[in-house]
């Protein structure tokens, strides 16, 4: 019988000490989960650090694409108004063509239509050069935006810092990145700068 408590006594005591166990290291590895949440919220960009911009902002902030998207909405406007001037032009001749068509010889009609017809043709040829026109400068605006990051990056303002820098945007390959590593109101401070310095010049 003493034997058996004994035994019973045992357990219980092994039961108890493996509990206490379990609690002390679940609370550290809860401490060290909350602390780690915690100096991941607080993560700053330093030497040799991999940082993301957020693409969109830039788009949306960097004044040199702004001026430029203001100057290609200008131009395409315009282009517009060309092409709409010419098919206005188009529409009043054939329909002069049709209310004196009746008094044309065979021939007259045949020229006429001919003449209609060729015009036409260059109405649809030059909408579509001024959709390659802009596609064009659009091409061209996104091109200098490239370059005007990359040369940013490049500096040892950036260069000597990161080792990484990455886009984040819709499409981006970027799927999560900690807010701490976002560079995106530096970069757009020092693209404004020297784009105020460049537009100082020239003016």
Same mark, same amino acid.
């Given at each position: 019988?003493?034997?058996?408590?004994?035994?019973?006594?045992?357990?219980?005591? =092994?039961?108890?000490?493996?509990?206490?166990?379990?609690?002390?290291? %679940?609370? /550290?590895?809860?401490?060290?989960?909350?602390?780690?949440? &915690?100096?991941?919220?607080?993560?700053?960009?330093?030497?040799?650090?991999?940082?993301?911009?957020?693409?969109?902002?830039?788009?949306?902030?960097?004044?040199?694409?702004?001026?430029? !998207?203001?100057?290609?909405? %200008?131009?395409?406007?315009?282009?517009?108004?060309?092409?709409? =001037?010419?098919?206005?032009?188009?529409?009043?001749?054939?329909? &002069?063509?049709?209310?004196?068509?009746?008094?044309?010889?065979?021939?007259?009609? !045949?020229?006429?239509?001919?003449? =209609?017809?060729?015009?036409?043709?260059?109405?649809?040829?030059?909408?579509?050069? =001024?959709?390659?026109?802009?596609?064009?400068? !659009?091409?061209?605006?996104?091109?200098?935006?490239?370059?005007?990051?990359?040369?940013?990056?490049?500096?040892?303002?950036? /260069?000597?810092?990161?080792?990484?820098?990455?886009?984040?945007?819709?499409?981006?390959?970027?799927?999560?990145?900690?807010?701490?590593?976002?560079? &995106?109101?530096?970069?757009?401070?020092?693209?404004?700068?020297?784009?105020? /310095?460049? &537009?100082?010049?020239?003016?």
């Amino acid at each position: 019988m003493k034997f058996n408590i004994s035994s019973v006594l045992n357990i219980v005591l =092994l039961v108890a000490v493996g509990y206490l166990y379990y609690l002390h290291f %679940s609370s /550290s590895d809860t401490k060290k989960y909350s602390e780690k949440k &915690t100096q991941e919220s607080t993560i700053e960009p330093n030497s040799n650090s991999i940082v993301y911009v957020e693409y969109d902002s830039i788009l949306t902030q960097y004044n040199m694409v702004s001026d430029m !998207q203001e100057e290609l909405l %200008s131009e395409k406007t315009k282009m517009e108004t060309r092409l709409q =001037l010419e098919v206005e032009n188009y529409k009043k001749e054939v329909q &002069t063509f049709q209310e004196r068509a009746p008094y044309f010889s065979d021939r007259q009609r !045949q020229i006429e239509q001919e003449r =209609l017809l060729s015009k036409e043709q260059e109405i649809m040829q030059l909408e579509q050069n =001024l959709n390659y026109e802009f596609a064009d400068r !659009q091409a061209a605006l996104n091109d200098k935006l490239e370059t005007k990051l990359q040369d940013l990056f490049k500096s040892n303002e950036f /260069s000597n810092q990161h080792i990484m820098i990455f886009g984040k945007g819709v499409g981006s390959n970027l799927l999560f990145a900690n807010s701490g590593l976002n560079i &995106t109101k530096q970069v757009i401070g020092r693209l404004n700068d020297d784009y105020s /310095s460049t &537009t100082k010049v020239e003016d």
